[in-house]
């Protein structure tokens, strides 16, 4: 449960905690699955194609999940993963290009988090507007 609750410890072992059913499929779809589940509601599990080994899955009531959540509503299921490795790619002649258009930004805090972003998925150009 410390693993959980410890950000220091999950950076220490290579760990991330993905929060709602969406993040843990889509990492299970790229091939990196959990190596541990803790859920609320068993309808939560459905359809998540879990791997039959390999994964620990643990039950537990949700507002200990939500304790363990960094958003306002928990969405009742996290999972914990090494995190995988970053390939550095260069864009291939079928990737499109991407370009972001910022209008009226106006906190810098916001546009850093653009910035880094469209940095961590290869966006060619950032075009900003008076804001």
Known sequence: ???????????????????????????????FP?????FSRLSDLKNLNLPSFGVQVYKLPYKTISLWSDVSTSPGI??????????????????????ILCDNIREPGNLGTILRTAAAVGCHQVLLTKG
């Open 34 to 38: 959990p190596q541990i589940v803790f």
């Open 78 to 99: 996290v999972g914990i993963m090494k995190i995988p490795p970053v390939d550095k790619k260069m864009p291939g002649p079928e990737d499109l290009p991407l370009t």
């Open 1 to 31: 449960m410390t693993l959980v609750k410890s950000k220091n410890k999950r950076e220490k072992g290579k760990l991330i905690l993905l929060e709602g059913k969406r993040l843990i499929a889509d990492a299970i779809l790229s091939g």
